[in-house]
C-alpha cells in the first residue's frame, strides 16, 4: 500500500519515474508477515520485512531505460499470485 500524498492508501500502486531519476524505494511493513519487493528489469530487490513497521529501502538509477511499464512483486511464495504486484512506469520528461 502506498504512503505519501500522490499514492497514500493505494493497493500496489503505479510509481512513476523519469530517465535519469534516482529512485528511494521504501517499502514499510504493514501487516507482520513476511514480504519483499523484487523489481526484475532493474535487478533490484529488497532485503525481506517480517515486523510490523519494520522498513527496508533500496536506492537505484533509472539511467536511460525506456519509458514503459516495469513490474514489481513480492517473491514470498504465494504472494504474488494473491496479488501483491505493481507496475514502476517510467514516463518521458515532459518538455
Ligand atoms: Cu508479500
Known amino acids: 500500500m502506498g504512503i505519501g500524498v500522490e499514492i497514500d492508501g493505494v493497493i500496489n500502486p503505479d510509481l512513476i519515474v523519469h530517465p535519469g531519476d534516482a529512485v528511494r524505494l521504501i517499502l514499510l511493513n ?33 539511467g536511460d531505460m525506456q519509458p514503459g511499464a516495469h513490474v514489481y512483486y513480492c517473491t514470498v511464495p504465494g504472494h504474488r499470485q494473491a496479488g501483491q504486484e505493481g507496475k514502476l512506469i517510467v514516463e518521458q520528461m515532459s518538455e
Not at 519483499?36 to 538509477?61: A, Q, Y
Request: aromatic fraction near 10%; charge should be negative.
Open 30 to 62: 504493514g501487516d507482520g508477515m513476511l514480504h519483499d519487493l523484487f523489481l526484475p528489469d532493474f535487478n533490484m530487490k529488497t532485503s525481506g520485512v517480517s515486523k510490523i513497521n519494520e522498513r527496508t529501502k533500496i536506492i537505484f538509477e533509472v
